[in-house]
């Protein structure tokens, strides 16, 4: 848990980059193409910072650009986090450590999908990479 007397984006604390490390260590290094948009997505892993019970869970990262935001697909919903740390590997072996924060998952069911899938837009306020 980051302490609350302090902005938990200025100040990247050992554990959280140890944390972020961890969490890369054991992503896939594979691009997965969705044939629907030919968009690219990169396996990873989404964590709340504030809630144990949310930790290392597996998401999608839907293709990265310039913006300061990107979408996370996911099988589970998830609710509003302030302080949360996502990783995934972008090939070859470029991992992307952000910190930053998300709203509330929506449900985003396509046509022939099975099952419900969640969308979220996860906010970049920090490059953990670059301390």
């Known amino acids: 848990m980051m302490s609350s007397d302090k902005d938990p984006f200025e100040v990247v604390s050992e554990q959280t980059i140890q944390r972020a490390e961890a969490m890369c ?9 969705d044939r629907r948009g030919n968009a690219r997505q990169y396996r990873g892993l989404l964590t709340d910072l504030d809630d144990p019970a949310q930790r ?3 998401v999608t990262v839907a293709e990265v650009g310039q913006q300061a935001w990107v ?3 996911t099988d589970r919903p998830f609710n509003a986090c302030d302080t ?3 990783v995934f590997r972008m090939p070859p072996a470029d991992d992307r450590k952000y910190l930053g924060r998300h709203g509330a998952s929506r449900i985003g069911r396509r046509a022939g999908d099975d099952g419900d899938h969640y969308v979220l837009t996860f906010e970049i306020v920090r490059d953990v990479r670059k301390g």
């Open 56 to 58: 290392d869970i597996p």
């Open 84 to 86: 949360a740390l996502l």
């Open 71 to 73: 979408t996370v697909l």
């Open 25 to 33: 260590a054991g992503l896939e290094s594979h691009l997965h193409l």
